[in-house]
């Protein structure tokens, strides 16, 4: 019998998948991007516009504790997670299904909170919300979520449309996720010490901390990039979401666009939370942006040529550019260092420790 | 708080989608049949297809037990179960995505038979997998399947358009899987204690039930039934796919149709091993077959001008016909006996027996 963890998550999709015929012409794209692309119009048909689909299971005790997540944050996580995946493809979201499963001490009132986490999700993004399941569970939660959007063909972005000397971009910043959920983590372990000493409870103290809590709490599926992008008449050559940390998302981008990369370490953007609160944990914050998850942020690539467009879309950092496949990945630090990229990423599948990034 | 029993699981899906608006003119259908229907095209486009979606989420102590489910059958059950929602729409499947998590001891070789379930059900069905999410759990495994596919326009069928005098269809036979289910929990039961006792197991015997067993191992979605009502030029006026129950579904077709029904006992189809081994087990076959769930047959109505050609359809059975709404919904027995249909139906959401059908 072989283990899990020898396969990785990705490399499991892929073994699983690796004997699935595709049997029709409409499905442009299968396994292996942020999203499935469906072509559902006939020969003709004068308007090009793909079906993109894409769908998330997130388990009680591997994505979420709901000893500090309140319900309503996660039904609004849960579908964020997914409108971050038809984003990714320059896509706009216009379907949710989203099946629920509860154990036996769960009241509609929970559910209620769930659901209106999703409303706010759906109503902040147009999005229709058409099917869904709900079942009990004998033990935890698990939320499973399935988006259907839509593109015009020729805006489309996948994986792999990146090229040499592209300029690779990301939006917001990197890391915030991460020690947002180390604070909660440590203020758990707090409060669990607390119990059993059965001392007064002090109510957590995130005071200077907020934006950490709430990048992991109520992370945003970035709708004003994708928007920003085609107001500057810019479709990106490859584009992915940052869900697993830069480092995981740099190396898909250049496997399925079959480049290398350079990016620059000070260029890597840096809330001033999180500089301040890896530098308390005694980290390296850069370290939590490479390897950090939930981020939720895009990282894509344009032509060098749009170089004076894409600097005047806020809130867009250039980190670096594609090489050649044979130059392989690196990380250059400030004093000149190169570093190959490791891919850890959040490995949900290991062994250890389901939900902590191998940072 | 407030129970979710109170409610019911197509209660709880009214009261949690209540709030939802539906943005986009694309979104024909939302919740509330076996599947939502959209519409990508623009007007003006000649090609009438519609676009239809479902999603199911299977957990383990729920909907399967490991100690007899091959993973290879469930795998390919899990497609099945969706599927039939499509067929059930009188459509097309044409994608599906699975989304899988499992506990810790879990290897590849166990996803790989998983998986080698689906495959046979995507072949069967020319269906490509094109996407899905793979993660651990802590607890059981968890199994959610999305599936697109496609119709005419003019052939789509939803639960809403059956029409008083409107015959009732009902393709194959009812009950046998869910005595299916009571003889593999039997077997579990006599196993455990033979366990117990330190004595030589012996294998299961079950010689001339194998058929029931299959029909809960492994149910197949009735393609066949859709293929051969478009043969036949039949456009069913309203379709459902039996999961919870012949009473449980009529009840759906007659709420969505504004109308009342009359079906009749002795034109239920019962298959001969379903009838011997309710015999066996001291229970009214008939009760099974209006509440044991897992059918997955297709219960459809057409227009009584049809009769003469629905008849020539193999494997479809005429159980009764559509009335007034005022007229209620009801069985008649053999001796002339009118009795009120109850949708008990499989609820997933009892407290007490979640897996077992409220006879």
Known sequence: MTDISTLGEFGLIDHLTRDFPLHHKETLLGVGDDCAVLDYHTQGDSDKRRIVTTTDMLMEGI?????????????????????????????????????????????????????????????????????????????????????????????????????????????????AAYFGLQLLEREKKVWAAQQGADETHSQPDFAGKEYLIERILKPEARRDIVSALQAAGIVPTAMIDISDGLSSELMHLCKHSHTGCRIYEERIPIDYQTAATAEEFGMNVYTAALNGGEDYELLFTVPLTLHDRVVTIPDVHLIGHMTAPEQGLHLITPDGNEFALKAQGWNHLATEQPDSPTA
């Open 63 to 175: 994505h979420f504790d709901l000893t500090y997540t309140p319900l309503k944050h996660l039904g609004y996580k849960a579908a964020m997670v997914n409108l971050s995946d038809v984003y990714a493809m320059n896509a706009t979201p216009r379907q949710l299904l989203v099946s629920i499963a509860f154990g036996r001490r769960t009241k509609v009132e929970h559910l209620d909170e769930l659901y209106a986490g999703i409303l706010i999700a759906c109503r902040q993004h147009h999005v229709d919300l058409v099917g869904g399941d709900t079942t009990s569970s004998l033990t935890g939660m698990a939320i499973s979520i399935t988006c259907i959007g839509d593109a015009d063909a020729d805006k489309l972005t996948t994986r792999a449309g990146a090229h040499d000397t592209d300029l690779i971009c990301v939006s917001g910043n990197l890391g």
